[in-house]
């Protein structure tokens, strides 16, 4: 297993469920929380350098080799939660041996992630990326603007939007008309939902946001290797 050097720069990501001892339905949220982590782990292994996990009840955590993947994993959690969450992301590197166990780690990427973290909650901001470059203000500003469209969906909204959006990650070159056949609504409808949603707006800020994010990444310094998977 590899020993990290100062150069090294992982990604840890922490959130947090809002207010959430006070929900009714706390067991069927952090149900939806376990699941949405399972989801995040099989779907990105190849960028998850520690599995995400629950910690504390109302917490989870998680660390990557690299943030491309930041809105990929936020919508997982939007999607599958159900209930609103604040978010720390901090960029750093590690002052402990890697593990797969990210509750055996410790240094900058995790104290970044945790006042990152806290400056959400304390600004009423869905999420904060810390990693003390230039690029940190437009990062946050622009998950922000995605989050909070998507915040502003109602029901119906999301359930369209979820379905198209997996009905073009399996076949890109998916029509709008066989996305309504499949949910057996008109083209029409879809078309109003996501003109009303905003959602062609979040799906260009997505775009922008992951190609901006891995040149930055690739540019300012190595890729950091990742733990051997078999070492574990």
Not at 26 to 35: D, P, S, T, V, Y
Request: aromatic content about 10%.
């Amino acid at each position: 297993m590899m020993v990290p050097t100062l150069q090294d720069r992982y990604v840890v990501v922490t959130g947090d469920l809002k207010s959430s001892r006070k929900l009714e339905d706390r067991a069927k949220i952090q149900e939806g929380l376990k699941n949405a982590l399972t989801i995040i782990n099989k779907r990105f292994e190849d960028s998850i350098v520690a599995e995400f996990i629950v910690v504390r009840g109302d917490s989870f955590q998680g660390m990557l080799s690299s943030p491309r993947y930041l809105f990929d994993i936020y919508y997982v959690l939007f999607e599958n939660i159900g209930h609103q969450f604040y978010l720390g992301v901090g960029v750093g590197s590690i002052s402990t041996h890697l593990s797969e166990n990210v509750g055996e780690m410790d240094g900058e990427a995790f104290h970044k992630a945790f006042d990152a973290l806290e400056q959400a909650k304390k600004e009423n901001v869905w999420i904060k990326f810390k990693s003390e470059r230039e690029i940190d203000g437009i990062v946050t500003c622009l998950l922000n603007f995605m989050a909070d469209v998507m915040w502003s969906w109602t029901g119906r909204q999301k359930e369209v939007i979820t379905h198209y959006k997996r009905a073009k990650s399996k076949k890109g070159d998916i029509t709008l008309e066989e996305i309504a056949d499949d949910m057996k609504i008109t083209k029409q409808t879809i078309s109003k939902i996501l003109k009303r949603s905003k959602y062609k707006m979040v799906e260009g800020a997505e775009r922008s946001f992951g190609d901006f994010i891995s040149q930055k990444w690739l540019t300012e310094g190595y890729k950091p290797e990742m733990a051997d998977k078999g070492e574990r």
